[in-house]
Every structure is written in C-alpha cells, then in structure tokens.
C-alpha cells in the first residue's frame, strides 16, 4: 500500500515543466502590461499637473505655465507663475514621470504612429510649454501677452526586445486635455 502512494518523480517534473512553459508565455505579457501601465499613469499625472496649472490661474487671477524640466530620472513637469523663470521649488505644483518615458517632439523611428495632425484635432498644435490664462485658457505666454493655442506633447517608453509604447497628450484651445495611446 505505501508504494502507491504520493506523486511519482515522472509526474512531478511533468507539473514542473508545464509550469515553466505557462511562466515563459506570461512573462512578455507582464512586461507590456507594467510598461502600459506606467506610460498611461505618467499621462494622467501629468493631466493632473496641467489641471492643476488651470486652476490656479483661475483662482489667483494670473497667468500659469508648466514647465518641463528632462532629468536623469525623468521628466519633471512643475508649476509657475508664467512672470518666474526660476526651476522647480519645493512649493510648486509638480509631478515626475518614470524614468523610461521620454518626451519627443514629434513621432519618429520604427513603429512611431504618424503625428497628430490638426484635421483630427481642429486645431494647429503649439509644442511649448503650456500657460493657462487667468479665465483658464490654454495660450503661449510671452511678454505679459497670452495669445489662446492648443497645444499637443508626444511621449515613449523604452520595452525589453526593442518594443517602444507611444502616447500624446493634447490640450484643446478651449482647455480640454485629452490622452492619446498608439498601440501599433
């Protein structure tokens, strides 16, 4: 009766490998979703970020601008009075996206989507640094002048095996933003 029971070695090194093989097919998988997720979680922080500048302007009567500040952590994206010209302090608005996503100012190398152009978004597309006016418009601020513009940014992330995840982040002349992801 005892050599009948437990598990054979054969059909433990069985389990094992079809383990293995279930292991080696979900792993790619993982990676991609991980690295989905954080390029969309980068997008919405930043969202926040250029909200966060609207408001502001709005509530203290002024003109507000995000910058961007590229980093060997990442990219810093701070608020300031568009009149300050000084880098992030630890008072201001800011969020930082992970360190494998990176802004460009256009789409470009293998498997880039094309850019967003202005018949899919009504609007011609500044690439600057955004400043909201103090009724929450989005403009390029210059001089004490705020000339009404919508504006549009390109992010990647670098994936294992050469893979590269896009996404934009437009802000429309009446100052909706909207989240843009290419999945190929």
Request: positive net charge; hydrophobic residues 40%; contains cysteine.
């Amino acid at each position: 009766r005892s050599r009948f029971a437990g598990f054979s070695i054969l059909e433990a090194m069985v389990v094992a490998a079809i383990g293995m093989i279930i292991t080696v097919a979900a792993v790619p998988n993982m990676v991609t979703g991980i690295s989905n997720m954080r390029l969309r979680s980068s997008m919405t922080s930043l969202a926040g970020v250029l909200q966060n500048c609207r408001v502001l302007a709005v509530k203290q009567n002024r003109h507000m601008t995000t910058h961007f500040d590229a980093n060997s952590y990442g990219i810093l994206a701070f608020v300031k009075p568009s009149i300050e010209t000084g880098g992030v302090e630890t008072g201001d608005s800011q969020v930082e996206l992970e360190a494998p996503v990176v802004r460009v100012t256009t789409p470009s190398g293998p498997g880039a989507p094309t850019p967003i152009d202005n018949g899919v978004l009504g609007f011609t597309p500044q690439t600057g640094e955004p400043s909201f006016s103090p009724t929450g418009l989005p403009c390029v601020y210059y001089a004490g002048a705020c000339a009404n513009h919508g504006f549009i940014y390109y992010f990647h992330d670098r994936r294992p095996a050469g893979q590269v995840g896009w996404s934009a982040l437009s802000i429309s002349p009446a100052g909706r933003l909207k989240k843009w992801y290419y999945s190929g």
